[in-house]
């Protein structure tokens, strides 16, 4: 049996108001639902966990379906027959923002949502597909629908793990943490069967929350049908899928539950959706019901996705979902964006794949990181196995991995690039990584002014986004002409840019009354069970084997603070402030431990005179820049290097500019 594709098309309307962009000319938008059957026992399908516990049609196939969004040339022929594909984040449509400098959104019809045209004017097809099935449905997200597994129709069970980190007093939550996430029900509703416990710090002892003082309920609120004063009413119901707290889970502490769930989706199929859904529409003329491909003709192929979405390009690619189920590549370039060390946490039992992958104080203990961590062939020292996650030559995609400051420090980020003990580990030639100096993970194209949320420091607001369209540019050369883009620019333990803690600590300037972090987020070895590299995670919370872990390492940074190595944005080239990969939890939300995945704007003194009384040894922005002019033509200089050097293309250099007027405000608040 061969698997088969019925791409059920919706709706076909006008894109952007029948804008045209440069030689494409206009676009239009589809909306479909990719119904997919595969054949459990075929090879292409081999290490799905539970698909054999999955039911099966009369033909012995496992069915299951994920909504799909195409944003085409109306004349294919003068596109350039190219798929983008946005692998959407928690089903989020995402590259529109990035690379279009747009306004987010999980309906792009607009012109508006079109934002400077880059993709549309390039000619891409724009695709945008589910492939996370535990998502529910709302807001606009794609969502994907898989079978459960049972054990001949017998209900599955096994222990979860959850956590929850409040920023408020929060009295109840979804058991898989978030509202738009389908939670693994409970089998009991029994609180002395499970264990709620809470922690100040991640290596904290675990302190037991007694059975009495928690319940698996709901909060139900809504208007009053009756009664006086016309006010809302709330109520509290038994619930299989929901936990409350009377009291109130507290802000900053770690409460971390563990409890027996059932009904286990069987969530690899994320990976089959991708791979089947870019094989048809790249190599298919009709699908399985004779229907036409809306993109037949398809040349190229490239995958982008940022955070749990990169992870989940490095996991679809190490696991050998790059070539369909008849051995043909099915991207010939991924972009991973923001995935730090990581794997992804879905080809699991009972995975949650919305959770974040392990923080200094958020899922530390996360089974998204995990060994390889690396492109390249490395050996795991504390367990002596050798992996990679290229190992495919035939069909292994050309990669351009970038990630952040905030990667190094929050994501384990030097382990790309390294051995599992720091050592420089060279990549293949078919792989570049670029760190984007002193940014953070989360750069909104269109920021205004930061703020500071549960931080001690105004978040960090170096701009970005001009790095994706010249990588894009520079993969596809590669992947059509064999041009190799600009080298790898990543900080290095041989020349004294890539650190341990103790070394970035004696190098950080010593700014008046500013903290620091404590380190980087660690990497323990940890021990899920016998059964955890087929799937099935036995031992919740896991064993800390070894404790040291794996070699973390962050980027050295100069007298400012800025990272020294790695491609350096002009806002860092040109600094108005010390922008950091890191932040750190104010008093009363985790104090003092590295918050998520935001950096830190720490400003410079404005005169020489605030900065003398004040002791700040960093320049300060007029001993730097004499006007708002000088700034602004300080930017446009160390654009002009980057776009020398094949990394900002020549039509972002009016914008940087234009960005840079009047001190960058409103991402700078200076009294200038």
């Not at 679809?316 to 794997?343: C, E, I, Q, T």
């Not at 064999?482 to 900080?491: E, W």
Request: with cysteine; net charge negative; aromatic share 10%.
């Amino acid at each position: 049996m061969t698997n088969r594709i019925d791409l059920r098309i919706s709706e076909r309307t006008a894109f952007a108001d029948g804008a045209t962009f440069g030689n494409t000319g206009a676009y239009e938008r589809i909306r479909a639902r990719a119904h997919h059957a595969v054949d459990p026992s075929a090879a292409a399908q081999a290490g799905i966990t539970d698909l054999d516990k999955a039911p099966r049609n009369a033909e012995g196939l496992v069915e299951f379906a994920a909504d799909v969004v195409i944003l085409r040339p109306v004349d294919l022929a003068r596109g350039n027959r190219r798929i983008f594909f946005d692998y959407g984040n928690r089903g989020n449509c995402r590259a529109l923002q990035f690379y279009n400098d747009a306004p987010a959104s999980n309906d792009p019809r607009s012109a508006e949502h079109a934002g400077n045209g880059f993709l549309f004017r390039r000619g891409y097809s724009f695709v945008w597909s589910a492939w996370q099935a535990d998502l529910l449905p709302g807001d606009g997200r794609v969502v994907m629908d898989v079978p459960v597994a049972t054990d001949n129709g017998a209900p599955i069970t096994g222990p979860v793990r959850q956590e929850f980190i409040p920023n408020r007093t929060t009295y109840c939550y979804p058991l898989s943490g978030r509202a738009g996430t389908r939670c693994h029900p409970t089998v009991s509703r029994d609180t002395s069967k499970a264990a709620l416990t809470k922690r100040r710090y991640t290596n904290d002892p675990r302190q037991l929350i007694v059975p009495s003082d928690w319940q698996f309920s709901q909060v139900l609120s809504g208007d009053a049908l009756t009664g006086e004063g016309g006010g809302g009413e709330t109520g509290i119901a038994p619930s299989d899928t929901h936990i409350y707290m009377p009291a109130g889970f507290q802000p900053g502490w770690i409460y971390e539950l563990v409890y027996e769930a059932r009904d286990p989706l069987v969530l690899g199929l994320g990976h089959v959706a991708v791979r089947d859904l870019i094989s048809f529409l790249k190599y298919a003329d009709i699908d399985a019901a004779g229907n036409a491909n809306p993109l037949a003709g398809t040349e190229k192929a490239y995958g982008w996705g940022r955070s749990q979405t990169g992870r989940c390009i490095r996991d679809f690619v190490y696991l050998g979902f790059n070539a369909d189920a008849d051995g043909r590549k099915v991207f010939d370039g991924v972009l991973p964006h923001v995935s730090g060390g990581g794997l992804m946490w879905m080809n699991h039992r009972f995975a949650n794949v919305v959770s974040a992958a392990g923080q200094q104080h958020e899922d530390h203990h996360n089974m998204a990181d995990r060994f390889p961590f690396s492109y390249a062939s490395s050996t795991d020292h504390l367990t002596g196995r050798t992996d990679a996650i290229l190992k495919r030559p035939e069909t292994d995609p050309l990669v351009i991995h970038t990630q952040t400051a905030t990667e190094y420090w929050q994501r384990k980020g030097s382990l790309v690039h390294t051995d599992t003990q720091g050592n420089d580990l060279e990549q293949p030639d078919g792989v570049r990584v670029f760190l984007w100096s002193s940014s953070q993970h989360y750069a909104n194209p269109l920021a205004g002014a930061p703020d500071k949320g549960v931080c001690e420091h105004l978040t960090n607001v170096v701009h970005t986004s001009m790095f994706f369209r010249a990588h894009l540019d520079a993969m596809d050369q590669w992947a059509t002409e064999g041009v190799s883009p600009p080298a790898s620019r990543i900080p290095r333990r041989s020349d004294g840019t890539l650190v341990s803690y103790a070394d970035w600590k004696a190098q950080f300037p010593e700014i008046s009354g500013t903290r620091i972090p404590t380190g980087p987020a660690s990497l323990p070895l940890l021990d899920f069970g016998p059964e955890a590299e087929n799937g099935v995670l036995s031992k919740e919370p896991p064993e800390v084997v070894d404790a040291e872990g794996y070699s973390v390492m962050v980027p050295a940074v100069d007298a400012d603070g800025l990272d020294i190595a790695g491609l350096r944005a002009p806002m860092v080239e040109a600094p108005m402030a010390t922008y950091t990969g890191w932040s750190i939890r104010a008093q009363g939300f985790g104090t003092g431990a590295n918050y998520e995945f935001t950096g830190s704007t720490i400003a410079f003194a404005d005169t020489a005179e605030e900065r003398a009384f004040t002791n700040d040894p960093r320049s300060s922005v007029l001993e730097r820049y004499p006007n708002a002019e000088a700034y602004r033509q300080a930017i446009t200089a160390a654009t002009e290097r980057l776009i020398a050097d094949g990394l900002v293309l020549e039509e972002d250099l009016d914008r940087l500019s234009e960005r840079a007027r009047d001190w960058g405000r409103p991402r700078h608040s200076t009294r200038l």
